[in-house]
C-alpha cells in the first residue's frame, strides 16, 4: 500500500485523488503537536505514524490501527516520519448519505452498551486492508477509477461499520438522541461559522437546554461551544492563509473577526506563532495537491 501511495502522492501535504472521497496523505519529517481540524473521515496509515491527543485520550493510527472520526473535530497531532521512511496515508471523507443507506440495508443489531464515539483508532483486519490495497489500486488507472473506486469505497465503508468497534461508530451515525443532537450543532457551526452566535440560540435549534447542551457538547468534541467556535474560526483562516493566500487582515475578516489584532493575539495563542509564521510553517505540510496525471484520461 505504502508504494502505491508514495506514487500516487509524490509530494509533502495533501494530494487530491481523482475520486472527490479520497486524499492522500504524505510527511517527509517528523511534526510535534499540531493542532488540526478533521472532517468526519476514516485515516488509514500505510507508513510511519500518527497520534492524536483529545482531552485525556490518545488515538494512534499507523499500520496496525485506522483512525474513524464522526464529527468535525479539532485535535492535537503528532506525525512519526522520516525522508527515508515518510509517513504515507489515505483519508477517506465520509458520505453520510452512503453510511445512512448501509445502515439502512444492513440493519445490523446495536449492542446494548454501545456509547456513540467521535473518535476511535481500532485494528485493521486483513480485510479491510485488502479493501484498501484494491481502492488504491484502483485509483492509479483513470478507467478503474471511474468504474470501481465508488463502489470499493462503499465496501470499506462496510467492512469500518462491521469493525471491532464498528457498534459504537454505527451508534454515532444512527441520527438519534443527544449525539445526533450535537453533531447536528456542529454542523450549524460549520455552515456559520462567520456570524455571530450565541450558546443559548444553538441549544435551542438542536432542541436542548444550555445546560444539557454545554455538557453534551463537552463530551462529544472535549472543549466548550464557545472553544469550538474559536477552533473552527482559526482553523478556517489558516487553511485560508496557507491555500489561498489570504493576508492575515483578510483572513480575519472572512472568518467573523471584527478585530484583526484580536484575532492576531489569538492565533498566535492557539498556534503558538503568528498568523504569518503559521502560515509560511505550514505551506508544506497543509498544501492542497491535484490528481497526479496516470496514464488515460478524465470525460
Not at 509524490?10 to 510535534?32: F, H, I, K, M, W
Not at 450535537?182 to 462567520?194: D, F, H, K, S, V
Amino acid at each position: 500500500m505504502a508504494a502505491l501511495i508514495n506514487r500516487l502522492a509524490p509530494g509533502n501535504g495533501y494530494t487530491q485523488s481523482a475520486l472527490e472521497e479520497v486524499r492522500l496523505l504524505r510527511s517527509d519529517v517528523p511534526l510535534e503537536s499540531t493542532p488540526v481540524l478533521y472532517e468526519p473521515s476514516i485515516v488509514i496509515v500505510c507508513q510511519g505514524r500518527k497520534r492524536g491527543f483529545l482531552g485525556n485520550s490518545v488515538y494512534i493510527y499507523d499500520a496496525q490501527q485506522f483512525l474513524v472520526v464522526a464529527v468535525p473535530l479539532p485535535f492535537i497531532s503528532q506525525t512519526e516520519a522520516s525522508k527515508e521512511e515518510p509517513m504515507l496515508a489515505v483519508a477517506l471523507r465520509l458520505d453520510l448519505q452512503v453510511l445512512a443507506d448501509l445502515l439502512v440495508t444492513l440493519q445490523l443489531p446495536f449492542a446494548a452498551d454501545a456509547e456513540p464515539v467521535s473518535m476511535l483508532s481500532t485494528p485493521l483486519d486483513e480485510r479491510l486492508g485488502d479493501s484498501v490495497l484494491r481502492l488504491l489500486e484502483a485509483l492509479q488507472s483513470p478507467q478503474e477509477t471511474q468504474v470501481l473506486a465508488p463502489g470499493l469505497l462503499r465496501e470499506i465503508y462496510y467492512r469500518v461499520l462491521v469493525s471491532e468497534q464498528g457498534a459504537a461508530l454505527r451508534a454515532a451515525l444512527t441520527n438519534q438522541g443527544y449525539f445526533a443532537q450535537i453533531a447536528r450543532a456542529l454542523q450549524i457551526m460549520q455552515t456559520r461559522y462567520r456570524q455571530h452566535m450565541e450558546v443559548a440560540d444553538l441549544a435551542r435549534e438542536v432542541g436542548m437546554s444550555s445546560a444539557n447542551f454545554h455538557a453534551r457538547f463537552k463530551a462529544v468534541t472535549q472543549s466548550s461551544p464557545m472553544q469550538y467556535l474559536k477552533s473552527l474560526r482559526l482553523h478556517q483562516a489558516r487553511l485560508l492563509m496557507v491555500r489561498q493566500g489570504f493576508s492575515a487582515a483578510a483572513a480575519s475578516a472572512e472568518t467573523g473577526y471584527e478585530s484583526p489584532s484580536q484575532f492576531s493575539r489569538e492565533f498566535k495563542r492557539f498556534f503558538g506563532r503568528s498568523p504569518q509564521q503559521e502560515a509560511q510553517y505550514m505551506q508544506e505540510i497543509l498544501r492542497l495537491e491535484p490528481a497526479c496525471s496516470l496514464a488515460g484520461s478524465y470525460q
